[in-house]
């Protein structure tokens, strides 16, 4: 579906949310006033619609008749919307094909085939729209998206996010070497220069990066010159947009790392000492991190995205998240699509926790996460990763509605369609409903979505 104009709504019912790591807070019988920018200005407990409009509406100076109501119905409550740190829109056509690959052979296999073929105007429309609409209905509402290295197939992925409604960084691949002729940069300078024009690009089309912004993207150290990474450190400086990249995703990668830069100690000083780590960055992945590393990630206040569905799909590791937390280091999710096979961060969600055991299951106990934790960094964490934490990840006045309706079949009732594969009795408490959803929940549970207070998505049933 087209995304919706905004205007003054109220939603009335259930509403669910991290107050904190580890700690949900639920609202029930409560009302959110959102106006036509998609902000907050009110949220009141314990009150109904006859309550709201006779004492809010006044309070906002708003009148019944120019106001849109959406109540949550029994077996349904609001959550806020996904935000997926880490995918690569120009890999979705491979989701689930990995061969018998580890990293390195899967991005000559599979990846840079794929990406370089989306040089192709058409072929991009319709990768990049399906998936804008396919993660959108999976309750995701910001997405920091990889694209490829052609400036108008990464311009046009900006288009169609803005087109659609859905929350976007947007970033051309840099990558002048350690890549097939056919699809690398020509140099350093072109590479920055393609830079800037996407640059220009999105500030032409949101000019104020209300839902699109720029992100200045070397792939991974091994495919960028030290040229083209001291001119990206250069650029964020004069910039100040944020910065995503991979880093200790898998082994062979990390000796590759050394054997490239011998001069630094640890992968994670390679970007440091180029001007690439920073409170703006996002690594992704970070499986094989040193005590050190870590430590100069935290110095440096970089933010660290989980990729836990990858990282078992291409075998390159189980990511120590509680290690990386207790370290005061923010964390969120990503998809990491196509490395992931799924387009969900819910999927992502139910994974991260099944690691963190698989991580316990190796001699420590508190490594694992509660379904609480790990939905935090589908939505809070991830709003801090990303830099939003004012703006998007939980309910607050002043915050925008980025938000899903989340319906689960209640058993008896007399619902029609596919209520999805979340069977509610009726018995469940809150905490039990919630963690039904986690792990037996998929995108027919999203009943709608809501980006800035625009709707972009409804599940038909």
Request: include cysteine; charge should be negative.
């Amino acid at each position: 579906m087209a995304a919706s104009s905004s205007q003054k709504t109220l939603f009335l019912g259930s509403f669910v949310h991290c107050k904190s790591l580890g700690e949900l807070e639920f609202l029930h019988d409560s009302a959110v006033c959102v106006d036509e920018k998609g902000i907050i200005v009110a949220f009141e407990k314990g009150c109904d619609q006859k309550k709201v409009e006779e004492t809010v509406y006044p309070k906002l100076g708003w009148t019944a008749g120019e106001v849109t109501v959406r109540t949550s119905q029994p077996g349904q409550f609001f959550f806020p919307g996904f935000i997926d740190t880490h995918i690569h829109a120009s890999q979705y056509p491979n989701a689930g094909i990995f061969g018998k690959s580890t990293l390195l052979d899967w991005l000559n296999t599979y990846t840079f085939p794929m990406e370089s073929s989306l040089s192709d105007a058409a072929k991009a429309k319709k990768v990049y729209s399906r998936v804008i609409e396919r993660t959108l209905s999976h309750g995701t509402t910001t997405a920091s998206y990889y694209a490829t290295i052609s400036v108008p197939s990464t311009n046009l992925l900006a288009d169609l996010c803005l087109e659609k409604g859905q929350r976007a960084f947007i970033g051309r691949c840099c990558m002048d070497s350690m890549a097939p002729d056919y699809y690398r940069d020509e140099s350093a300078a072109t590479s920055l220069a393609d830079t800037r024009a996407t640059i220009t690009h999105i500030a032409s089309i949101d000019p104020s990066n209300a839902l699109i912004t720029p992100i200045l993207t070397p792939r991974f150290a091994p495919s960028c010159s030290r040229e083209l990474m001291n001119g990206l450190g250069a650029l964020q400086k004069e910039t100040d947009f944020p910065v995503q990249t991979h880093i200790s995703e898998n082994k062979n990668e990390c000796a590759l790392v050394k054997e490239l830069f011998p001069e630094f100690d640890s992968y994670t000083e390679v970007y440091d000492r180029h001007g690439l780590l920073g409170p703006k960055t996002i690594l992704a992945h970070a499986v094989h991190l040193s005590e050190a590393e870590i430590d100069l990630i935290k110095k440096r206040e970089g933010k660290i995205s989980h990729c836990p569905v990858s990282n078992s799909s291409i075998t390159s590791g189980t990511a120590k998240v509680r290690w990386m937390l207790n370290k005061g280091v923010e964390v969120g999710l990503g998809t990491d699509m196509s490395g992931g096979y799924s387009p969900s961060i819910l999927e992502a969600v139910r994974q991260a926790a099944l690691v963190s055991n698989h991580v316990a299951m190796g001699g420590d106990d508190t490594a694992k996460l509660s379904v609480e934790e790990v939905l935090y960094l589908a939505t809070r964490g991830g709003a801090k990763v990303v830099g939003l934490s004012d703006k998007i990840g939980g309910f607050g006045v002043g915050m925008e509605w980025d938000a899903q309706l989340i319906g689960m079949g209640m058993v008896g009732s007399d619902e029609k369609g596919d209520t999805g594969p979340v069977d509610i009795f009726g018995w469940e408490s809150w905490d039990e409903k919630i963690a039904k959803w986690v792990f037996n929940g998929d995108d027919r549970n999203t009943v709608a979505v809501w980006v800035k207070g625009r709707l972009v998505h409804e599940r038909v049933l």
